[in-house]
Structure formats: structure tokens, C-alpha cells
């Protein structure tokens, strides 16, 4: 079989090139005049009925709900201990009259997961007597958003709701249903409540396992 | 001695206040529930509710107050999937409701059943609200009045939504609507026709107010219904507009040598959709009028938006100086006068020049390449 020549080898470059600008010229133009996209289906004939029904859910989830204070004493120095879960900071003399906490990081983290907006009550079985003892003990909450945005006030609209009590505050633990938030939003992003914990615990105190419940009751608006 | 034993003793011992570490959530699915159901004698109304627990058991309640607690019942709960319950809600009144009347509401909700365990421990629970109505032995209403805003010369259609939550019906309900100016003098006055009215039924009554000879502005309503003999007075407002656009912000500051992006802020006042809208600028310079139009848009009713024109300020000395903006819609016209400030051009605009210029001279190289390549081609020799 013969060579084939340089001419005709730039020859065929050139048309090649010519081809291929020609084609892409052309396919770009014709994309451009389907106008609704490339599809196989006649979009402009097609009739159909669809019928969805989205059921109304409320839910809210603890996504974070390991506080951990781990196990200790009251320094012989000191009257109490007071420790807090506090990411923004609060009273606390861990390091000085707390032998053996380890102190806790985070507090719980609730999440509305449903597909309603909804109130947040919060509620303990004991107050600082019943859960902790002694003289003078403390058991507190501070509510705040986990994410910007995450609670509203439903009668002035956007804005924190947060029930005024709580709101960045640290308050007695309430032991009846007590709102925290006025409407916990849904939206992702906009849907987390932190709740610091805050305890105080004297050399008096009761000893041994202790133990309260913390209630969230989420109420559909 | 025994200060110091007491203390040694405190030494020892230990607290635990640790956190269930598992999962806590709760969800409780459900239908439609209406805003409220009105109390009538042998009325029976069900509500079906899916809880789950998440991989844990929950328990369903609900809650009412001792006078609605009768009426209520819940269903055995019946598992249908993993941590799955549905249970179902009726409320049934009996011939002779005696709870307390007015709005009342019954929680229905589901809780997690929880180990208490040690620590602090967190606990879900999830509800929802069903409102009832228990009606008022004697007449009585409740009633929401609604306005609407208008261009000039239209007809105003104000309604009065009206619930009769007294036990006896209402014979003759009338709504008649007074309107006021600033200084609140009644100016005009329209009335419905005559209606009557059910207990525990709901109704608009519709008011159309004629505005012909009324000036655009804002006016204050009352609303008065009238029902068997009783009169109930409700406020409101409304808004009369008229066919303007006004321009509320434009770009303040362009740049010499290049062309620049102009916008225009403007807000429409008329109480209605405007199809074509555009703006024509022009900044008068000593050397030259520098002109542009934007793009031609549509506004909603009562709205604001921005329309972008792009000036070239080639060739123009820095400086401050008059703009003159001319909107054109629907068959209007209105102009705004300020001035604008022509700044020396900045780094950016000629960053922005010079990577155009690399670009292009980039697009010419290979292009030259590329005819070279063949020239080479076609004259090398076999």
C-alpha cells in the first residue's frame, strides 16, 4: 500500500477541522431551537394526573444527649462544686473544689426532624433538693439556638422566641411544663436548640447514683 | 478532728451524673386536623395517629380538662411496624354538653417510654392540638373583618367572616361599613344585604364599596355587624393607589474609560401588575450626553425591583454630574433627576481590560499556529 502524501495529509486536517466546526455549529443550533431540552418524550402532548398527600409529622430528636460529668467528690477546701456544659462559658469552680469530674463539654442538642413547626416545653421530675441534696444545691438550664434562626416568635414573626426565662439565661430547672421555644422552626439549618446544664453540688449531698428526667414535649402549631 | 474525718469521708464518696448516651427521638404522624371543631349534640369526630418511637416503645395519651375528659376516648394502640403505633382519638358529645363554653383544646400526643436509668436523661414527647368549640348558651358571635386595597375608581370588595358560636341561630345579620378620612370624618358608607346565620355555622358576608370621587390614600374602615338586635364594631384599613413608579435608588458612582452596569431601583405604587416597564438614563457631561435603556420588565402589584442598563463613560473626564431617569410604563411616564459621580477608573476596571486583551491576543496566537503548522506541512517534502 502506497504512503500517503503530506498534502494530503493537511488536506484531510483542514477538512477534518471543517467537519467538526461545521457539526458543532450545526448541533448547537438545532439544541437551541428544541428549546425545552433534549428528551425523548413529546413533553407538549403528554397528560397525566399526580396525586400526592404529605401527612402532617412533628418530631424532634436529642441529637446530642450525652452530658457527662463523670464520677467525683467536693474538695475539702470548698462548700460545692459547680460545674456547667456551657459552650459560651458560665459559673463554675471545676478546677478548684471538682476532685475527679471530668467536666462536660457538650449539653443536649434537640433537632426538630418533622415537617410542622413546633413549641418546646421543657420539663425535669426534680428540682436541684430532690435530684442532687445538701445545702444550697443547684441544677440549672440555659437554652439557646443551636443554629441561627432556629426559634421564632410566632405573634411578631422572625426573631428569637426563646422563652425569656432561659433565653441565654441560667435558670432554675422548671419541673412543670414550662415553654423554652415559641415555634421551632423546621428548616434544615435553621433547626437546633442547645440546652446547657449547670450543676452545683455541696459536700453535703446526697451520694451515690442520682438520677432526673429532662423532658422536651413538642407541641404541633 | 470530726471536721476533718467528715471531710475525708466526702472524699470518697462518688456522684454520678452521667446522660443516657442512646438515641431520644419521637415522631407522631397524622391527617388533616381542622382548625376546630364546633361542640354539637351527638357530634362524633376521629382522628388517626401513627407514633414512632425510633427503635423505641411509645405510649400514647391525651390530654383534657375534667369537663372534656368525657368526651374523649383513645383506642387501643396497635403496633404496625417496628416501634410503630397507631391509635386513633374520638371525641363524641353527648346530647347535653355541659363543659365550659369558648375555644378548649385536648392534647393528643405519644411519649417515649424510657429506662430512667442514671444521670440526667433526656426524655421526648411529641403532641398535637385539637380545638373545640363549645358554644355560648346565648347569642354570640365572632367575627373577622378583612379589607382590600384598590386602584382608583375600582369597586373595593371588603368581607366579614362571621362565626355564630352561640347554641340559638341568627335570624337577621347585616354588615354595614363606614369609611373615614385623616381627620375622620365618615366620607362614605356600604352595606350588605340581609343574611342569617346557623349555630356553629361560618360565613363571609361580602361589602363592596364604589371609590368613584375618593382620592388615592390610605382610609380607615369600620365594620359593623349587626346581628338580632346586637352590634358588633371591628376596624380596619385599606388603601386607595394609583398608577405610579417611582424611582427609589440608582447607582451612584461609574467609572471612566469603561462601560459600566447602571441600575435602577424602582417601586411600583399601583395596586396591580404592570406589563412593560423600562428606563431610559442620561448623564449630561460637558463632552458628551452619555445614554442608556435598560431592559424592559414586568412588576408585580405594590412591589419593588431593579432594572440594569450599562453606560460607556469612554473618553469622560472624572467628575460629578447630572443624571436625568425617565421610566416609561404602560402609558406613564415619570422622571427622576439626580447626579452621579464619574470616577477615575480603578485597578479592577483595568485588571479587567487587560485580562480581555490576553485573552484575545491568546485566541490570535493559536490561530497563527495552527495556519503555520499547515504551511509546514505542505511544504515538507516527502
Known amino acids: ?221 | 478532728m470530726a471536721r476533718k474525718r467528715f471531710l475525708l469521708i466526702m472524699m470518697f464518696i462518688s456522684l454520678f451524673i452521667i446522660a443516657s448516651d442512646s438515641a431520644l427521638s419521637i415522631g407522631l404522624r397524622t391527617g388533616d386536623i381542622p382548625r376546630y371543631i364546633v361542640a354539637k349534640p351527638f357530634g362524633e369526630h376521629s382522628f388517626t395517629f401513627i407514633a414512632d418511637g425510633f427503635g423505641r416503645d411509645v405510649r400514647p395519651y391525651f390530654i383534657a380538662d375534667p369537663d372534656l375528659e368525657g368526651y374523649v376516648s383513645l383506642s387501643e394502640a396497635k403496633v404496625v411496624g417496628p416501634s410503630l403505633k397507631e391509635f386513633t382519638v374520638t371525641i363524641r358529645f353527648p346530647e347535653n354538653i355541659t363543659a365550659e363554653p369558648g375555644m378548649r383544646e385536648i392534647l393528643v400526643g405519644a411519649e417515649e417510654m424510657i429506662d430512667e436509668g442514671k444521670g440526667i436523661v433526656p426524655k421526648t414527647k411529641v403532641q398535637y392540638r385539637v380545638n373545640i368549640y363549645i358554644l355560648y348558651p346565648e347569642k354570640y358571635i365572632d367575627a373577622h373583618f378583612s379589607t382590600q386595597n384598590v386602584n382608583e375608581n375600582e369597586t373595593a370588595d371588603f368581607g366579614v367572616e362571621v362565626s355564630n358560636f352561640g347554641v340559638p341561630d341568627i335570624k337577621v345579620l347585616m354588615v354595614t361599613v363606614d369609611i373615614f378620612n385623616s381627620t375622620n370624618d365618615r366620607i362614605k358608607q356600604a352595606e350588605s344585604g340581609l343574611h342569617s346565620l346557623k349555630s356553629g355555622e361560618t360565613d363571609v358576608i361580602h361589602v363592596q364599596l364604589d371609590t368613584t370621587g375618593m382620592k388615592a390614600g390610605t382610609y380607615n374602615a369600620t365594620a359593623n355587624v349587626y346581628y338580632d338586635g346586637s352590634e358588633l364594631p371591628l376596624d380596619g384599613s385599606f388603601r386607595i393607589g394609583h398608577m405610579k413608579v417611582r424611582v427609589v435608588n440608582y447607582t451612584q458612582a461609574i467609572f471612566a474609560e469603561k462601560i459600566n452596569r447602571f441600575d435602577v431601583e424602582v417601586e411600583n405604587e399601583w395596586n396591580g401588575k404592570i406589563d412593560s416597564i423600562l428606563a431610559d438614563i442620561t448623564i449630561a457631561t460637558p463632552s458628551r450626553n452619555l445614554t442608556a435603556r435598560t431592559t424592559t420588565e414586568s412588576m408585580g402589584m405594590l412591589s419593588k425591583m431593579i432594572l440594569t442598563g450599562f453606560v460607556d463613560a469612554d473618553g469622560i473626564e472624572p467628575g460629578e454630574y447630572p443624571v436625568k431617569i425617565e421610566l416609561f410604563y404602560e402609558k406613564d411616564k415619570s422622571v427622576h433627576r439626580g447626579t452621579v459621580q464619574i470616577l477615575k477608573p480603578s485597578i479592577l476596571a483595568a485588571a479587567g481590560n487587560l485580562w480581555l486583551g490576553i485573552g484575545i491576543a491568546v485566541l490570535v496566537l493559536i490561530i497563527i499556529l495552527t495556519i503555520i503548522n499547515v504551511i509546514i506541512l505542505l511544504k515538507r517534502k516527502k
Open chain 1, 1 to 221: 500500500m502506497a504512503d500517503i502524501s503530506n498534502k494530503t495529509l493537511a488536506v484531510l486536517l483542514v477538512l477534518t477541522i471543517a467537519v467538526s466546526l461545521g457539526g458543532t455549529v450545526i448541533s448547537l443550533g438545532k439544541l437551541r431551537g428544541l428549546g425545552t431540552g433534549v428528551t425523548g418524550f413529546d413533553v407538549l402532548n403528554a397528560y397525566g394526573n399526580i396525586s400526592v398527600y404529605v401527612e402532617s409529622q412533628a418530631a424532634i430528636n436529642f441529637t446530642t444527649n450525652a452530658t457527662n460529668f463523670g464520677t467525683g467528690t467536693v474538695h475539702e477546701s470548698c462548700t460545692s462544686c459547680t460545674m456547667n456544659t456551657s459552650w459560651t462559658g458560665g459559673a463554675s469552680n471545676q478546677a478548684t473544689c471538682c476532685v475527679g469530674f471530668s467536666g462536660a463539654d457538650n449539653g443536649l442538642v434537640l433537632e426538630n426532624t418533622g415537617n410542622r413547626n413546633v413549641t418546646v416545653d421543657l420539663q425535669s421530675n426534680k428540682n436541684a433538693a430532690q435530684f442532687i441534696g445538701g445545702t444550697n444545691p443547684l441544677f440549672k438550664i440555659n437554652v439557646t439556638e443551636g443554629e441561627s434562626g432556629s426559634c421564632d416568635n410566632t405573634t411578631s414573626g422572625p426573631g428569637s422566641g426563646l422563652g425569656a426565662t432561659f433565653n441565654n439565661t441560667w435558670a432554675n430547672v422548671p419541673t412543670a411544663d414550662t415553654e423554652v421555644c415559641d415555634r421551632f422552626n423546621i428548616d434544615a439549618g435553621n433547626d437546633e436548640l442547645n440546652i446547657s446544664i449547670s450543676v452545683t453540688i455541696p459536700e453535703n449531698s446526697q451520694t451515690g447514683s442520682l438520677q432526673a428526667t429532662i423532658t422536651a414535649t413538642a407541641t404541633a402549631i
